[in-house]
């Protein structure tokens, strides 16, 4: 059992930074992969990035490359989103999830959710 807890959210203007943290607990933490998803009011939610457990590999949505960097402290259980460049499209609610044969770029294969953490960006 994995349980993941999400935190960093908040408002920020257009063109700032956030940070996302998502603490798992568990002792199976390194190996799964670790993904962000994120659902904007009355869309469906989406993938954002993903770090896969076997060698680390990372891939991100199209929306969000070159702006978002996920990375993982398999030390302190923690996956991070580092958000630049933030955009009022960028608003939603961020979930991360964990799971052990993930399929990138989707939802499928993820186990494991957290509650999410709210991410607002204003203009």
């Known amino acids: 059992q994995v349980q993941l807890v999400e935190s960093g959210g908040g408002s920020v203007q257009a063109g700032g930074p956030l940070r996302l943290s998502c603490a798992a607990s568990g002792r199976t933490f390194s190996s799964h992969s670790m993904g962000w998803f994120r659902q904007a009011p009355g869309k469906e939610r989406e993938f954002v990035a993903v770090?896969?457990?076997?060698?680390?590999?990372?891939y991100y949505a199209d929306s969000v490359k070159g702006r978002f960097a996920i990375s993982r402290d398999n030390a302190k259980n923690t996956v991070y989103l580092q958000m630049n460049s933030l955009k009022p499209e960028d608003t939603a609610v961020y979930y991360c999830a964990a799971g052990r044969l993930v399929v990138r770029g989707t939802s499928a294969g993820y186990d494991y959710w957290g509650q999410g953490t709210q991410v607002t960006v204003s203009s």
């Open positions: 770090t896969l457990w076997s060698g680390g590999s990372t």
